[in-house]
């Protein structure tokens, strides 16, 4: 190292830190100089900057050792010279990264230090190989770079910044650099010692945009500056990256503008920095959501503003949390959460969504009591739909058909044992339908057994099924009976009255115990079935003859229905008439119809086969008759009505007695004109004379003239 740094050498000036050593404080208070070295055990370890120490302490502070070793710089970091060496590009850049560089002499002892500044200012001064080195980098940085010393002059530059200002280095160096860069600019900065950043000049030879960074010395005074500039085409580039983050922005804000949601931006620490325009009134507790910008969103859940705060809880559970938010004032939020890491896995920020769902939550509730209404209003109206089947299927007009179906519409609720007892034809297994159709049961099965229909020895293992091999014949895998299929369900016991008496006896236990057991079985298993039992026999005087069990009567005949007679209500014949030729006209693509004297006759008749005769007699009708127009005649060979055969006329209405004689005498005239075609075998069948017959048959066609004119 040449004179002129070896002139510039500072003595090191020692304090011993060792525990057993109590001089160190005098030694401080003692001292003059900036830098103190630290040995502990006899060797140099670390040095201290005193102006960093009492800049931030003060000179008057009671020193420790601890607070001494936190302001230490270990010697590991610092540059080294040995004397009589060349300075090498390792050293440089030591020197540019310490404050001080260490001396050693030809023993390699420690003989003092240099600071960075003397370093500095001769190595650029030395033209030799490393300092080119220096030169090299500094012309390797894509920016310009001028150093201007205290007197405002232009010492150093790099070959970047000359090409930007289109000067050459002779040009530049010790030129004033108010002639070249805004005088204004560079008289502020060594005034204030304040940095001037992104301050644009252009003149006729260069556009550029300039920085300017005081230098300061040890004495935290401005001594120089450096001035870094920035061609303009890159500046446009930047410019350019910048007005398309603005537009991202822009294009972001008019994103979260349009959504319902209020978007919030939140630091790891709770502040708000900052939201959407979106905003959620009578929530937060101020008029306008930029008053909490940069304040704890936490504060308001301690001030009860609401509760809970899904901050606090996504910064606990640093996960995604979706909360309810409640105010005093009675309003519901749903806010959510979603917390955002940095590399290091730590919270970096929080996204929160809010939404006011006070309403939500109203019509949710209103929608629950519609659903409820709604699930009521589809009940009502399954039990209408039952009606109406029943309506589509019952044909009656009767008042004792009308006490059958009102019988049946109290049964709905109920799971009752019903006894159905009625003639043959009468329409027993149509109630029983139309019971399971009504009921609670409806959505369950519905299953028919005809007992008499069964052979003994089949019934039991039918009704109850049985197990594997329970005997000869038997399905390898068993069989479930009738009640277990009808679990939950209906099962109807048709023709109950023919069941045999060790059946009656299983019958029995399944009514009284809800259980059956199935043929070679010891385990019962529970059943749910309602029964209806129907018969078109007298199980009272089977009781009294012994044939049928008196246990299993009382326990089928809770409540007994009486469905009564096709003839005992006559006036359900044209109802159920019309029903039927409907249904084949539909069927078959017909049109055919009852003569008014057809159905005359059809209602006179007894009609032993009940419903069922009287639709297996309109399907005869339709197939073999050769007119649209039934006719009473046609009718009258299907009955078999003979000439002798007397038939009582019914009168299915209140009218005056003579206006019915005429009616009826009328109707008998007509019938017997189209049967015998001549007055005198109409009045032979009728019993009267044939003036008689005559003149009242010239009188009916009289009247149906002026009728029909």
């Known amino acids: 190292m040449n004179h002129a740094i070896t002139d510039k050498l500072s003595p090191i000036t020692i304090v011993s830190i060792d525990s057993a050593d109590r001089e160190w404080k005098k030694q401080m208070a003692s001292m003059n100089q900036p830098f103190v070295f630290l040995t502990k055990d006899n060797e140099l370890t670390a040095y201290v900057y005193l102006d960093d120490l009492y800049n931030d302490l003060g000179k008057a502070s009671d020193l420790t050792l601890e607070i001494l070793e936190n302001y230490a710089i270990s010697i590991a970091n610092v540059g080294e010279w040995k004397q009589g060496t060349p300075i090498s590009l390792p050293v440089i850049f030591q020197v540019l990264g310490e404050h001080i560089t260490l001396i050693k002499n030809e023993e390699n002892d420690y003989v003092g230090y240099i600071r960075r500044e003397d370093a500095l200012v001769e190595l650029f001064r030395q033209d030799n190989q490393n300092i080119n080195l220096l030169k090299i980098i500094l012309s390797s940085i894509p920016m310009g770079v001028f150093i201007i010393d205290g007197d405002q002059k232009i010492v150093n530059c790099n070959e970047s910044g000359l090409k930007m200002i289109k000067s050459t280095y002779q040009q530049m160096i010790n030129l004033p650099a108010g002639r070249k860069f805004n005088q204004n600019h560079i008289d502020k900065v060594f005034t204030t010692g304040e940095t001037l950043l992104n301050q644009i000049q252009i003149t006729d030879d260069m556009g550029v945009l300039v920085d300017y960074s005081p230098i300061f010395n040890e004495k935290k005074q401005v001594d120089g500056m450096i001035v870094i500039v920035q061609d303009l085409p890159m500046v446009e580039e930047m410019a350019m990256e910048i007005e398309y983050v603005k537009d991202l922005n822009t294009d972001l804000n008019a994103i979260l503008a349009t959504m319902y949601d209020e978007i919030l931006v939140v630091n790891k620490n709770g502040e708000l920095l900052r939201h959407s325009e979106s905003f959620i009134p009578d929530f937060w507790g101020v008029k306008d959501l930029e008053e909490l910008v940069g304040k704890s969103l936490l504060e308001l859940e301690e001030k009860g503003v609401f509760s809970p705060s899904v901050t606090r809880l996504a910064l606990d559970k640093k996960k995604k949390v979706s909360v309810v938010q409640q105010t005093p004032s009675g309003k519901s939020v749903l806010a959510v959460a979603n917390p955002v890491f940095n590399q290091a896995g730590d919270i970096h920020r929080l996204i929160i969504a809010s939404r006011d769902i006070t309403e939500t939550k109203k019509l949710k509730s209103e929608l629950r009591e519609t659903k409820r209404l709604s699930n009521n209003y589809k009940e009502e109206l399954e039990k209408l739909r039952c009606r109406d089947y029943v309506a589509n299927k019952i044909i009656y007009c009767s008042s004792?058909?009308?006490?059958?179906?009102?019988?049946?519409?109290?049964?709905?609720?109920?799971?009752?044992?019903?006894?159905?007892?009625?003639?043959?034809?009468?329409?027993?297994?149509?109630?029983?339908?139309?019971?399971?159709?009504?009921?609670?049961?409806?959505?369950?099965?519905?299953?028919?057994?005809?007992?008499?229909?069964?052979?003994?020895?089949?019934?039991?293992?039918?009704?109850?099924?049985?197990?594997?091999?329970?005997?000869?014949?038997?399905?390898?895998?068993?069989?479930?009976?009738?009640?277990?299929?009808?679990?939950?369900?209906?099962?109807?016991?048709?023709?109950?009255?023919?069941?045999?008496?060790?059946?009656?006896?299983?019958?029995?236990?399944?009514?009284?115990?809800?259980?059956?057991?199935?043929?070679?079985?010891?385990?019962a298993i529970q059943v749910n079935v309602q029964i209806i039992a129907a018969t078109n026999r007298n199980l009272e005087k089977m009781v009294e003859d012994g044939s049928f069990r008196e246990d299993l009567f009382y326990r089928i005949n809770v409540i007994p229905i009486q469905i009564p007679p096709l003839r005992e209500r006559l006036e359900d014949v044209p109802l159920l008439a019309f029903h039927f030729i409907q249904q084949l006209n539909e069927k078959y693509n017909k049109n055919y119809h009852l003569s008014p004297e057809a159905l005359n006759l059809l209602e006179v008749y007894d009609w032993p086969g009940n419903i069922r005769e009287l639709q297996n007699l309109i399907e005869r009708l339709v197939v073999m008759t050769d007119d649209n127009v039934i006719s009473a005649e046609f009718v009258n060979q299907s009955l078999g009505f003979s000439e002798s055969k007397r038939v009582k006329p019914m009168i299915t209405g209140i009218l005056p007695l003579q206006e019915a004689r005429e009616?009826?005498?009328?109707?008998?005239?007509?019938?017997?004109?189209?049967?015998?075609?001549?007055?005198t075998k109409a009045a032979k069948a009728l019993d009267i004379s044939q003036s008689t017959v005559s003149r009242k048959y010239q009188k009916i066609l009289q009247k149906q003239e002026k009728i029909e004119s």
Do not use: W
């Not at 009656?504 to 070679?520: C, D, S």
């Not at 009826?664 to 007055?679: D, N, P, S, V």
């Open 400 to 523: 004792k058909m009308e006490q059958v179906i009102n019988r049946i519409n109290k049964l709905a609720d109920f799971d009752s044992t019903v006894l159905i007892l009625g003639e043959s034809g009468v329409g027993k297994e149509l109630i029983a339908k139309t019971i399971h159709m009504e009921g609670r049961r409806r959505e369950k099965p519905f299953l028919t057994l005809n007992c008499g229909a069964i052979p003994e020895d089949l019934l039991e293992s039918e009704l109850f099924g049985y197990t594997k091999g329970a005997f000869t014949g038997a399905d390898a895998k068993g069989k479930i009976g009738y009640f277990e299929q009808a679990n939950q369900g209906v099962l109807l016991l048709d023709e109950i009255s023919e069941l045999p008496a060790r059946v009656q006896v299983k019958l029995l236990r399944v009514l009284q115990e809800k259980e059956v057991t199935p043929v070679g079985s010891t385990k």
């Open 663 to 679: 009616h009826l005498e009328e109707q008998l005239i007509m019938l017997a004109m189209k049967k015998y075609k001549t007055t």
